[in-house]
């Protein structure tokens, strides 16, 4: 079993930065490609970065490359969202996700549309 949860989120202006964390625990190979989502008001849950750490592979969707930077700490325990120039479109609840898959390419985007794995309860960014 796998529990997740996340903090670090809060209101900021447009072109501020916050930074996400994640904190893990649980069976490590059942949260070996983690992941960042998030539920914009009235809309869908949508993946924005993932990571799987052991060969260092990250992944962005276009929206959020270049501002946010998806890390993991190297005992695998905490996740972070670093999010810098923040739009007012960024405004969302975050979620954390969990996954055990057999390669990085099961991490990637085209992977994200899958509901598999652990969540966390999710926190709020607001950018105005």
């Known amino acids: 079993h796998v529990q997740l949860v996340e903090s670090g989120g809060g209101s900021v202006q447009a072109g501020g930065s916050l930074r996400l964390s994640c904190a893990a625990s649980?069976?490590?190979?059942?949260?070996?490609?983690m992941l960042w989502f998030r539920r914009a008001p009235g809309g869908k849950r949508v993946g924005v970065a993932s990571?799987?750490?052991?060969?260092?592979?990250?992944f962005y969707d276009d929206s959020v490359k270049g501002r946010f930077t998806i890390s993991q700490d190297n005992a695998q325990n905490t996740l972070y969202l670093q999010m810098d120039n923040l739009k007012p479109e960024d405004t969302a609840v975050y979620y954390c996700?969990?996954?055990?898959?057999?390669?990085?390419?099961?991490?990637?985007?085209?992977?994200?549309?899958?509901?598999?794995?652990?969540w966390g309860p999710g926190t709020q960014v607001t950018v105005s």
């Open positions: 990571i799987y750490p052991s060969r260092g592979t990250t």
């Open positions: 649980g069976y490590i190979r059942a949260r070996n490609c």
């Open positions: 996700s969990a996954r055990g898959v057999p390669s990085d390419s099961l991490c990637s985007p085209d992977h994200w549309g899958s509901d598999v794995g652990y």
